[in-house]
């Protein structure tokens, strides 16, 4: 399950991004996906999670009312729609894959697209 996210950009504040996390596995619609973002000199953070049938989904408290994960299995692709970004979503966005529902132990993770919103 190898995973590539794209769909960063820069946008102004008040605008929209979508996230693509793309997957050339057979078993994509067995893996758990979140996405994260890591902001310059800050910690890693969960920012939404989708289950397998993306029947169920979660967010953090920050994002939540603005963003909207949701996946398409027969494309094997997750997406993240980003509205009314703020500058505060500004980071490198991440998917990342597992089965491990409980302990969250991921075996694959994209390689990361930039989200830049301007103020």
């Known amino acids: 399950v190898q995973l590539q996210a794209s769909g960063g950009g820069l946008v102004q504040a008040g605008g929209s991004l979508r996230l693509s996390c793309a997957s050339s596995?057979?078993?994509?619609?067995?893996?758990?996906i979140d996405w994260f973002r890591r902001a310059p000199g800050k910690a890693r953070e969960i920012v939404a999670s989708a289950s397998w049938s993306g029947g169920s989904t979660s967010y953090a408290d920050f994002v939540k009312g603005r963003f909207t994960i949701s996946r398409d299995n027969a494309k094997n692709t997750v997406y993240l729609q980003m509205n009314s970004l703020k500058p505060e979503d500004t980071a490198v966005y991440y998917c990342?894959?597992?089965?491990?529902?409980?302990?969250?132990?991921?075996?694959?993770w994209g390689q990361g697209t930039q989200v830049t919103v301007s103020s």
């Open positions: 990342a894959a597992t089965r491990d529902v409980s302990l969250r132990n991921y075996e694959y």
């Open positions: 596995g057979r078993t994509f619609d067995t893996y758990v």
